[in-house]
């Protein structure tokens, strides 16, 4: 199943680094960011009408406007099987109580750390196994991916490795991944060449082409501006960190 996430945060710098950790381990959802709650009850009303749904929501209560969970009850409203996550600055016992009445999942306080957003996002895959039915050989191709992606990979080896055949392991991974092998590899070194290009800026870009397993920097600069729509040094210009 297609998974969609809104993000809902007033400041830009969290809405990138929310989709940045995210993306870094399942880099095949769908994320839409929104800056202020009109915008997400905006963008949840489009995709209701177009028969979609968000999974999941990130939200800050603390917002200009509408009071963030009071969107997060709008956005019950017109998609009553969103699961919501609040991530906030505001250690608030009524912010608390107002949650726990709206039954979101959990209540991440501000400055998130990855293994806590992680972990909260992990809760939910286990409570909605019906958005995580990979089998084991997916899964096993899946962390190949994540501990390998600065080796070259190629599916035919893998599929060798695991005694299976290749045509039926890339059919088997697009069905369930919503998305070939080649295009996950690729959307997953971005994502950990973006972290890169944010945490290790004395590095040329060159290096990071290297860490992230590009046989050269024109590829990269070019798979990167396709993804993001931004070159790697326009995206480490942002100062996004």
């Known amino acids: 199943m297609k998974m969609n996430i809104l993000l809902l945060d007033d400041e830009p710098i969290e809405l990138e680094?929310?989709?940045?950790?995210?993306?870094?381990?399942?880099?095949t959802w769908t994320i839409y960011k929104a800056l202020f709650g009109s915008n997400a009850i905006e963008l949840a009303e489009?995709?209701?009408?177009?028969?979609?749904?968000?999974?999941?929501?990130?939200?800050?209560?603390?917002?200009?406007?509408?009071?963030?969970l009071e969107v997060a009850g709008k956005l019950k409203e017109l998609m009553p099987s969103i699961e919501i996550i609040i991530v906030s600055a505001?250690?608030?016992?009524?912010?608390?109580?107002?949650?726990?009445?709206?039954?979101?999942?959990?209540?991440l306080v501000k400055p998130v750390m990855e293994r806590e957003l992680i972990a909260s996002i992990h809760s939910f895959l286990n409570e909605h196994p019906?958005?995580?039915i990979h089998t084991e050989v997916v899964q096993e191709v899946m962390q190949l991916v994540k501990n390998d992606y600065n080796l070259p990979l190629k599916l035919s080896e893998i599929a060798n490795k695991l005694?299976?055949?290749?045509?039926y392991l890339s059919r088997l991974f697009s069905e369930e991944v919503g998305t070939s092998f080649s295009d996950y590899l690729l959307n997953y070194r971005v994502e950990k060449a973006k972290n890169l290009l944010l945490s290790q800026k004395r590095w040329p870009i060159q290096r990071i082409a290297e860490e992230c397993g590009f046989n050269?920097?024109?590829?990269?600069?070019s798979a990167f501006k396709k993804i993001t729509s931004c070159t790697p040094k326009e995206y480490r210009n942002k100062g996004i960190a």
Do not use: C, W
């Open 163 to 167: 005694h299976i055949n290749a045509s």
């Open 90 to 107: 505001f250690q608030n016992f009524d912010y608390a109580k107002q949650s726990i009445h709206l039954k979101v999942i959990d209540y």
């Open 17 to 27: 680094q929310l989709e940045l950790l995210i993306h870094s381990h399942f880099p």
């Open 130 to 132: 019906e958005y995580n």
């Open 46 to 68: 489009k995709m209701a009408t177009d028969g979609k749904q968000f999974q999941l929501a990130l939200m800050d209560i603390k917002l200009p406007g509408r009071n963030g």
């Open 216 to 221: 050269s920097q024109h590829y990269f600069s």
